[in-house]
Every structure is written in C-alpha cells, then in structure tokens.
C-alpha cells in the first residue's frame, strides 16, 4: 500500500507560511506527477480535473530510466507498485520475415548503465498509484477550467462549476487540447500527424502459443510499425499499431475500429503481428496530433507543462516521461526562486525544458520517417545502421534522454 505524501513526509521550503500555492489544472500522468514533485518540495499544490472520477485508457505505457528517477523519488519505488513489467530486451524486427535486426538488452542491463529502471505498465495503473501518493483534499475532481484572471499578485482560475481558486501560480497540465495554452496563448490547435494509432490489449493467456518472451518488440515495415510488451504482472500484452494516413476525418479524437481494418492494413506482415491483432477483444483507433515547438510557454504567473505544450508522436515513447520531467524541474525552478520571482522562476523553468522537449519531439519526429522506410537501399542501409547499433534503443544512443537528470539544476 503506497503512502500518500504528508507535511510530514515531504521537504517543507522555508516553512509552511513561505510555501508558494500552486493550482494544477489536469489530473493526467504529467499532472499527478509534477503535484507529486512538488508537495515533496514543501510546495502547497492543488490539483483540479475535469473528469468526475480519474480514469485513463486501456493501453499500455513504457516508462523509461528518465522518468522512473523521478517516480521514485515522489514515492513509486518500483515497477512492483504500478504492477510494472521489466522488459528483458527491446528486439527490432522485419515486418514480413520476423528477421531480428538488433536486440538491446534492457533489464539489469539498462538499470546499471542509468541507475534507474526500465519498465512497462497500464496506463490507469500508472494514475492510480500516483494519485494514492496524493493527499485526497489535493486533488479536485469535477473542476473543469474555464477562464483564467491574471491580477499581477495572484491567478485566479475559474470552473465550469462557480468555484475559483487564487493561487500564486497556475500550470496547464491540461493536455494536448489544453484550455489554458488556448487561453493564455490563443490560436493554433494540435495537428495532425499523417499517423493513426490502432491500439489494444490482449489476455496473455490467449497468446500462449506464440512463446512470446518478456521483451519489447518493435516491427518496422513500409509505411507502417508495430510495437508490443507485457504489462499489469504480465497478464495482458499491450500493442500500437502505427499507420501512415493522410488525414483525419472522424469527429472524435478516438474511436473503435473493425478487426477488419487493421488486419487489411497489415496484410502481408508476420503471422505474429497478425496473431496478436487477430486475438484483441477490442481495437481502438487514435488519431495522433503534435504541436510544433512553442518559442515560449510561460506568461506571468501561468505556465504550461506536458502534452499542453509539447505533445509530440509516441515514437521515442516519450510523452509521459517528458511530463514527468517537466514537473521535477518546476518544482526545482520553484524552491529556488522562492515566491518573491514566481514569473521569473517560471521564466528559468521554461528556458530549462523547452530545447530538451524540442529535441525529443523532433527526435519522434525523426523516428517515422525511419521506421517506416519503403523496401529499397535506404530500408537495408537503416538496417545495417541498426544491426551496428549506431541508432537509438541502444543504450549510449539514447543516453541523452535516459542518462538526463530533470529534478537536478545546472
Ligand atoms: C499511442 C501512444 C502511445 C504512447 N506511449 C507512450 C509511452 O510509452 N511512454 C510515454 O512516456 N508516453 C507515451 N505516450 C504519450 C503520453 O500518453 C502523453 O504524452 C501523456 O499522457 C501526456 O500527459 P499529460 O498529463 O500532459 O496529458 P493528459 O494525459 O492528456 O492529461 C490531461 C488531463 O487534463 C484534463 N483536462 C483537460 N482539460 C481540462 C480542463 N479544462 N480543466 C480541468 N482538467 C482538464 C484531462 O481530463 C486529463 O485528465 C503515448 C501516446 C500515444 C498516443
């Protein structure tokens, strides 16, 4: 049973009459986790969600050494608690022949070389470890944000439900279709990738029979890619199957998809790939949007953190573990500056994280159009890059996102 955090248990600044007040908007993984980060610094947080009771989608997520740093200081000490999967090895395959081009191990491989974990979980399993380490009179379901008042010596939000709050400042961890970045920052909307997502879950059991060991496994093929890994104590295999579209025309952000579908758009791929679609209950198409680099994402008292400001494509799966980092800086930025220079200090966080989450979003960026080369010498060319181990997975290519520190300050 994990602990919430208290006064008691967590680093309290220059004592509680000098903590900054923080309100949170969103109640997502980045959210609960920068709350998290900075409760431990002595910070008096609260966090408002709109939803009226914490939920997230059935899928699975990996959470790399980056982030599991963090999350184990703010309380989630393993992958234990979160009923996380420690992948073996993470194997790069060809789509049609299964051919293994690379396998890095992962496991005590990658916890030696970075200090911390490497490690698969549910999604929802994920939220609800991080908001049992919450204080409960913190976390404010039903407070959907609607306006923000900006009055110079504090930020007033205002909920779809009458109530307010009047914090010194106030962070939009609201996601990709943030209310705040649109209230604070007007305009652009989230763009459409020219990807979709087809994503699922599969009893373990019913895939027995393919012997599938506990490894991550990535099959890139023309246009198109497939990931799956254990998760929940290796009772469900989780899998994305990623394809090239070029627009998006549904009305919501995400929906059901036939079997059908997905087994044409994967026609002619492993009969692994096409086993695992085949065996999933049910299918969920998503499409995936990204916001190009902000040139800032801090005004006066309000900032941004996450997918609000920095969504970006899956392809590094590092979403999360950027908001995650995201929080163990602010609330770094925020116990430095101490609350005479709340706007400065929200300033420095911002100038801190804004090149590192470009990088990883052009990284992603770069992924796609890798993974899904056509057959042909660029396709053999990456696959000899790979085979050489020259490109990302492998623990000294990714040691700048792994290797990275986010709650330490050069
Ligand atoms: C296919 C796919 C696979 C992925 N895999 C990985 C992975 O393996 N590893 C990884 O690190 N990342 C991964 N990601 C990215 C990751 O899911 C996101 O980056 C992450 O969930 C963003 O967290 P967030 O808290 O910023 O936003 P969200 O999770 O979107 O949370 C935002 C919260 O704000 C609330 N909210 C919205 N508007 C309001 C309002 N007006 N008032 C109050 N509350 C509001 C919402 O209800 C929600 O709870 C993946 C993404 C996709 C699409």
């Known amino acids: 049973m994990l602990a919430p955090l208290t006064t008691a248990n967590r680093r309290l600044g220059d004592g509680p009459g000098h903590s900054i007040s923080v309100a949170l908007i969103g109640g997502g993984i980045g959210g609960l986790a920068a709350a998290l980060s900075l409760l431990r610094a002595g910070i008096d947080v609260h ?62 491989a990658v916890e030696r070389a970075c200090g911390s974990p490497y ?17 409960a009179e913190r976390l404010h379901l039903g407070h959907r944000l609607a306006h923000i008042a900006d009055d110079g010596d504090r930020v007033v939000a205002h909920f779809e439900n009458g109530r307010k709050a009047a914090t010194q400042a106030l962070v939009g961890a609201d996601g990709i279709h943030s209310t705040v970045r649109s209230l604070v920052f007007g305009g652009e909307s989230a763009r459409f990738t020219g990807c979709v997502a087809y994503r699922g879950l599969v009893a373990a059991e019913e895939l027995a029979v393919l012997e599938l060991p506990l490894e991550s496994q990535l099959w890139m093929g023309p246009g198109k890619h497939f990931v799956h890994y254990f998760v929940r104590d290796a009772a469900l295999l989780n899998f994305v199957a990623i394809v090239e579209r070029n627009s998006w025309t549904r009305e919501s952000w995400t929906e059901q998809a036939p079997h059908s579908e997905v087994l044409q758009a994967f026609e002619g791929w492993h009969p692994q790939v096409r086993s695992i679609l085949g065996a999933a209950e049910e299918i969920f198409l998503w499409g995936l949007f990204e916001h190009t680099p902000m040139r800032r994402w801090s005004i006066g008292r309000v900032t941004l953190l996450g997918d609000a400001c920095h969504a970006m494509l899956p392809f590094l799966a590092q979403g999360a573990a950027q908001a995650i980092e995201d929080g163990a800086a602010l609330a770094e930025c925020l116990t430095n500056a101490g609350r005479r220079d709340v706007s400065g200090c929200l300033r420095a966080y911002e100038a801190l994280r804004l090149p590192r989450t470009s990088r990883v979003q052009a990284a992603s960026r770069d992924n796609m159009s890798r993974f899904h080369l056509p057959e042909g010498p660029m396709q053999r060319e990456r696959d000899v890059q790979i085979r050489n181990a020259a490109t990302d997975w492998f623990l000294h290519a990714m040691d700048w996102v792994y290797g990275h520190d986010a709650g330490v300050l050069d």
């Open 47 to 108: 966090v408002y969600e709109q939803a009226s009771s914490l939920r997230d989608i059935g899928a699975g997520i990996q959470i790399s050494p980056n982030a599991s740093r963090i999350l184990r200081r703010i309380g989630l000490a393993d992958a234990s608690v979160v009923h996380g999967v420690t992948p073996l090895a993470l194997r790069q395959r060809r789509w049609e022949d299964g051919r293994t081009l690379q396998s890095t191990p992962l496991g005590a």
């Open 119 to 135: 490690y698969q979980a549910h999604r929802a399993d994920l939220l609800h470890a991080l908001a049992h380490r919450l204080p």
